[in-house]
């Protein structure tokens, strides 16, 4: 498992190639849900600043290849749902999968409906599991496309844009640690809501 606070020095030896097939593997194959996705793009943004060293190559390009690979992620996850269909929620939990993760995000889209596939983004776990889901249930494939390539315009360019200029600020330059801490807080908030208020409901 990657470690959270590592992200720095993994984009720093692998540059393009690893953020994109970091941003894939979490966006379309279900052995990505903990892979750190948000930390991730945050980080990638800062390293493309002079702030961060210009690590990785220009922001134009950091954006370029997380948003083509969250959303060609997010299209394999929909036609890898859609081929094996229900029998995916049959499937026994192991050290990689989890159904209660595919109830989770099959709960999420139920409440949601289609803008779930823009949501779902800026939320971990339910990110990897609502495109497969969404091709589960059938979900109208131009629909799907139209709010998958805005989720992944939006989480692929806001979350660099973000490390990038955020990064410029001394203070957060110097704390980039305490920075992935609070973006790792930030992104899981929504979980930790849904989890609290789930067992409430079950309480009450």
């Keep these: 498992m990657l470690a959270l606070l590592d992200v720095e020095s ?3 030896s692998g540059g393009l190639l690893v953020l994109g097939a970091i941003v894939f593997a979490e966006s ?13 793009l945050f980080i990638a943004g800062f390293l493309a600043s002079d702030a961060g060293g210009s ?6 390009w950091v954006i370029l290849v ?26 026994p939990k192991s050290r990689l999968f989890d159904p209660a ?34 091709g589960v249930g059938a979900m109208d ?13 939006l989480w692929g360019a806001g979350l660099p844009l973000l490390g990038y200029f955020l990064g410029q600020i001394d203070f957060v330059k110097h704390n980039i ?7 790792v807080i930030v992104s899981v908030l929504p979980m930790v809501l849904e989890f609290v208020k789930h067992r409430r409901g079950r309480a009450n």
């Excluded at 494939?141 to 315009?153: I, K, P």
């Excluded at 640690?177 to 973006?183: L, M, R």
């Design 10 to 12: 993994i984009l720093a």
């Design 28 to 40: 379309g194959l279900l052995v990505g849900f903990f892979l750190p996705g948000d930390s991730l």
């Design 55 to 60: 690590v990785l190559p220009p922001l134009p």
């Design 66 to 91: 997380s948003a083509a690979m969250a959303i060609i992620g997010d299209q394999v996850g929909y036609l890898f749902g859609r081929k094996v269909g229900p029998a995916l929620f049959a499937r």
């Design 101 to 134: 993760h595919v109830d989770r995000a099959h709960h999420f889209l139920e409440r949601h409906g289609s803008k779930t596939i823009v949501l779902a983004r800026f939320v971990p776990v339910v990110r990897t599991f609502a495109p497969v889901v969404a």
């Design 141 to 153: 494939y131009r629909t799907f496309v139209r709010f998958n390539v805005v989720g992944g315009l």
């Design 177 to 183: 640690e305490a920075a992935i801490i609070v973006i």
